[in-house]
């Protein structure tokens, strides 16, 4: 026979309660609180069952291929114009005997030394020598000093004395430009639509393939995803207009004038050598002594 007794137990100013199980052969003594471990663990394991969504399928790489291999032709076409550009402004150095002017100094050798042997001093094979080497090492296909730039100094030795004068005073001028076809600072785009020539200088080196495939790879209609808008403030610095059309930018800075002026909201005027009014305007600086009433700079009132 089963039957339940309660008894009423205060604990802690809280009213707990024991059930009493008697039972035919035994009694057992259960804690309300185990009771309630018990119910409230099972309530939780059911509701979390409940609530937990089926795994989602994972995907099967982290990383989109396509998107790395866009990543992988720009850094191509960065590097390779990196290498174009470089073997284009940087040329071989000229011969250290052809700047020294030793072919000169070897004649002037031999005629001051001369009188001191019987045979003479001969320097002839010096000078062949001398020349053989400069002519297979130093001479490009332009036989010219600086690379095959220069103007008026050859590559081989001819008995003058002044070409690194010459050379240096060159080279002070070409400012990276000295030929137009290829040399200059030239875009991707720009080594794309003449990747046959690849604007490099010397004609011994091979054409590069891999312009316009990796170029195209870069195309929207081979991307997968918007591509965001990129706002140049380029023409700001190379246009000739006057200050009042430069580009205003907002500072998200409140001025509060401490002359009791309106307060007005701070900019940057874009263009160079251009200062915000708080008229709204951009303009050039004012010069000492003035300032700005909104249409141009005059002495204070």
């Not at 050798?109 to 020598?129: E, K, L, N, P, W």
Request: a negative charge; aromatic letters at 10%; charged letters at 20%.
């Amino acid at each position: 026979m089963l039957f339940l007794r309660r008894m009423h137990l205060p604990v802690e100013g809280a009213l707990r309660y024991t059930y009493k199980v008697s039972l035919e052969k035994g009694q057992s003594v259960i804690s309300r609180n185990l009771l309630s471990l018990i119910v409230f663990g099972a309530v939780v394991a059911g509701a979390f069952s409940y609530v937990q969504a089926a795994p989602p399928t994972p995907a099967e790489t982290s990383c989109d291929p396509v998107y790395y291999d866009t990543l992988e032709s720009r850094a191509w076409l960065e590097a390779q114009r990196e290498i174009t550009q470089n073997q284009n402004l940087i040329s071989k150095p000229d011969s250290v005997l052809r700047y020294s002017c030793f072919d000169k100094l070897a004649d002037d050798f031999a005629s001051a030394t001369g009188s001191m042997f019987s045979g003479g001093a001969d320097v002839s094979v010096a000078q062949d020598t001398a020349d053989s080497f400069v002519q297979t090492n130093f001479s490009d296909l332009h036989n010219k000093a600086l690379g095959g730039r220069s103007s008026n100094v050859n590559s081989a030795l001819d008995g003058s004395c002044d070409a690194m004068q010459k050379v240096w005073e060159q080279s002070q001028c070409m400012n990276f430009a000295d030929n137009p076809d290829t040399d200059a600072f030239f875009t991707i785009q720009e080594y794309v639509d003449n990747a046959a020539s690849d604007k490099r200088f010397e004609a011994s080196c091979p054409e590069v393939s891999g312009w316009s495939d990796e170029s195209d790879a870069l195309l929207p209609e081979n991307t997968a995803w918007e591509e965001d808008l990129v706002t140049s403030f380029l023409p700001e610095f190379v246009t000739d207009d006057d200050c009042d059309a430069s580009l205003q930018v907002a500072t998200g800075v409140t001025v509060v004038p401490s002359g009791g002026d309106d307060p007005y909201e701070a900019k940057v005027c874009v263009k160079s050598g251009c200062v915000y009014a708080p008229s709204g305007q951009c303009h050039a600086p004012c010069e000492p002594g003035t300032e700005w009433d909104g249409s141009a700079c005059s002495a204070p009132s």
